[in-house]
């Protein structure tokens, strides 16, 4: 008796924590108000390392590799494919020193610059602002400009969206067609500075919200049809709550339909470790770093609130993405490093997480679409191969546009060391069609998750998946193997009585749709 009593308790015990242990999410399908804007899957192409010369651009005379006006196609087709809604450009850094008269006009005619930021190689303006607005036409995607508040005028600004968007006659209108472009291109995006605080110019809140008020003044008399800019501040890095606070407090709101907020996922900024052969306690640490994003875009967005109570102005995370020590051997002014299945892990727990804020972030880049940082994309001469970042983006883009269904995620830990952090993460939309999607990340490496979600206000029957996993967080497409790291149908999720089953693998990310 004593035997059975301690057997029964053994089992006992086992089941309570089995039931403890158990992945717990309920998703709400008639709960969704808030629309998931498509630009917060946009991207980010700066003029540094390999990102526009041999990653976007390999010159008009290329006869290797098959190009439109020098613009790479198989880059072309591969980010229409992922749907990217928009691309920023020039900088980052490199925009506070971009003089972007230096990029147009007869190539042969265009001054050589230093580019001072990104390792001081010659910056030739062969790729400037026809180049790369045609390419975003040539893309589908809209074009979100950064302009120089660093090291410009606010005359340069505004001739720059005179130049771009004037459809009257205008000196810069004029110079436009003289170059060879009738009609403008109606950029609508436009970032007032980078980095103020930083690279921008080392600027203190007050003065930089003083400055904008400047600059955005004389940005916006020049749009087609009484149409108005979109135009985002230069926003607080990473917990610089007081930068936020000072500009929605300084900064009339209309004059500002955005703000922007940097935070790159980087252990140590001495010692970022390796891109492909770190630790499991680096993974942990990057992880820990990309799982802040909920509470900096929480507390960042109360502040907003209490100035913006109707959240007309948008939180707008212009740079994020993992950082590592560049590749051994190559230039450490070029930022290139490899992409795993950490990388594909850290993109989708960070969409899951502007999902979850959609209301109040309303657009997002990815650093940086090509060769540089968390790149979608990695080029070698004429080849190119898709990274697990890119297949993230191109799974999710089923959230594009679609309304946010509210989850609420009760997570086994994921334990390392002392520490712990919530082994999954979640997120759900309706789409224009009716269609609900579900996509999980499992963020253990070791582990694989059981989940049950209960799904209310959905009319479905059943469940089609795709998966992105590999045997080893490390591993990572290579030219030589370039399809490692794919997409595939995942069959291990079940739909019966709006309870919906779901296995994953470690270190796996999973897009479901219930029809
Ligand atoms: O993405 C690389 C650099 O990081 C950008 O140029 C800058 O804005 C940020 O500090």
Redesign the pocket.
């Known amino acids: 008796m004593r035997h059975f009593l301690k057997s029964a308790g053994i089992i006992f015990l086992l089941t309570s924590s089995t039931v403890f242990a158990q992945n717990k999410v309920t998703l709400s399908g008639d709960l969704g108000k808030h629309t998931i804007n498509r630009h917060i899957y946009g991207h980010?192409a700066?003029h540094?390392g390999k990102c526009i010369y041999g990653g976007f651009y390999v010159g008009e005379n290329n006869t290797k590799i098959p190009n439109k006006d020098g613009v790479r196609m198989d880059v072309v087709e591969a980010l229409k494919k992922m749907k990217i809604p928009n691309l920023r450009w020039p900088?980052?850094?490199?925009a506070d020193t971009y003089q972007w008269k230096d990029g147009i006009g007869p190539k042969a005619n265009r001054p050589k610059i230093v580019n001072v930021?990104w390792g001081n190689v010659t910056e030739d303006n062969s790729f400037g602002t026809h180049d790369f607005l045609n390419m975003c036409e040539l893309i589908g995607t809209e074009p979100y400009l950064a302009g120089n508040v660093g090291s410009g005028t606010v005359k340069d600004l505004s001739d720059w969206v005179q130049y771009v968007n004037f459809k009257g006659v205008s000196p810069m209108s004029d110079l436009r067609a003289k170059n060879g472009r009738e009609n403008p291109w109606k950029v609508r995006y436009w970032g007032v500075g980078?980095?103020a605080w930083?690279?921008g110019g080392n600027m203190k809140p007050d003065y930089y919200a003083n400055i904008y008020r400047q600059y955005a003044t004389f940005m916006n008399a020049s749009f087609e049809n009484n149409e108005r800019l979109f135009r985002i501040a230069s926003g607080a890095s990473d917990n610089d709550y007081n930068w936020t606070e000072t500009l929605m407090r300084e900064i009339p709101h209309n004059m500002l339909e955005g703000i922007a907020m940097?935070h790159?996922s980087v252990i140590d900024w001495k010692h970022k470790g390796p891109s492909t052969t770190f630790t499991e306690e680096l993974y942990f640490k990057t992880m820990k770093e990309a799982l802040l994003m909920d509470e900096l875009v929480k507390r960042h967005s109360t502040i907003m609130d209490k100035y913006d109570p109707a959240k007309k102005v948008a939180l707008v995370v212009d740079?994020w993405g993992g950082w590592y020590d560049v590749e051994p051997g190559t230039n450490p002014g070029f930022?290139f490093q490899q992409n795993t299945m950490r990388d594909a892990v850290l993109a989708g727990a960070t969409l899951n997480i502007f999902h979850k804020y959609c209301e109040r972030v309303r657009m997002a880049n990815l650093?940086?679409v090509v060769n540089?940082?968390q790149s979608v994309i990695l080029t070698n001469e004429e080849k190119m191969i898709l990274t697990p970042t890119y297949h993230v983006l191109e799974m999710y883009n089923v959230h594009q546009d679609a309304t946010m269904l509210p989850v609420e995620v009760q997570s086994n830990d994921y334990t390392f060391g002392n520490e712990k952090l919530p082994a999954i993460s979640v997120s759900a939309s309706r789409d224009k069609n009716g269609a609900v999607h579900v996509s999980l990340v499992n963020i253990d490496p070791n582990k694989a998750q059981d989940i049950t979600i209960n799904v209310t206000g959905v009319n479905a029957s059943g469940v089609t998946g795709r998966i992105l996993t590999s045997g080893k967080v490390q591993d990572y497409n290579t030219f030589e193997n370039p399809g490692k790291i794919q997409p595939a149908v995942f069959g291990g999720a079940s739909l019966k009585n709006n309870v919906l089953t779901v296995k994953l693998p470690p270190v796996s990310v999973v897009v479901l749709e219930l029809k």
């Open positions: 980010f700066e540094l900088g980052g850094c490199f930021w980078n980095e930083g690279c940097h790159y740079e930022l650093a940086q540089v940082l």
